[in-house]
Nanobody, 114 residues
Framework: QVQLEESGGGSVQTGGSLRLSCAASGITFRFGSAGWYRQAPGKQRELVAQISGSGFVVYVDSVKGRFTISRDNAKNMIYLEMNSLKAEDTAVYFC????????WGQGTQVTVSS
């Protein structure tokens, strides 16, 4: 059974930083793609950042230069370092992994306020 567990969300002020973590069991991140998505109230879930098995990364334009996705193969975890946070980054952030199927974590709330 595949499980993804996010942690690291919270409330910060504009310009602050947070680091999200996602721990996986039942799936190995480096054998497929993994990423972070977010969903703000009233909006569709959107891709934030993704890392392929080979380490290729992509970001949504709105977070380029501010967010960094990374993977620790030894710990089988992925991270999202978020800097210069803006109010529009407020959302529930989900970890996603692709293997035989697509798997999602439960999500972690990130709230950015001025």
């Amino acid at each position: 059974q595949v499980q993804l567990e996010e942690s690291g969300g919270g409330s910060v002020q504009t310009g602050g930083s947070l680091r999200l973590s996602c721990a996986a069991s039942g799936i190995t991140f480096r054998f497929g793609s993994a990423g972070w998505y977010r969903q703000a109230p009233g909006k569709q879930r959107e891709l934030v950042a993704q890392i392929s098995g080979s380490g290729f990364v992509v970001y949504v334009d709105s977070v380029k230069g501010r967010f960094t996705i990374s993977r620790d193969n030894a710990k089988n975890m992925i991270y999202l370092e978020m800097n210069s946070l803006k109010a529009e980054d407020t959302a529930v952030y989900f970890c996603r992994a692709s293997g035989k199927s697509v798997y999602w974590g439960q999500g972690t709330q990130v709230t950015v306020s001025s």
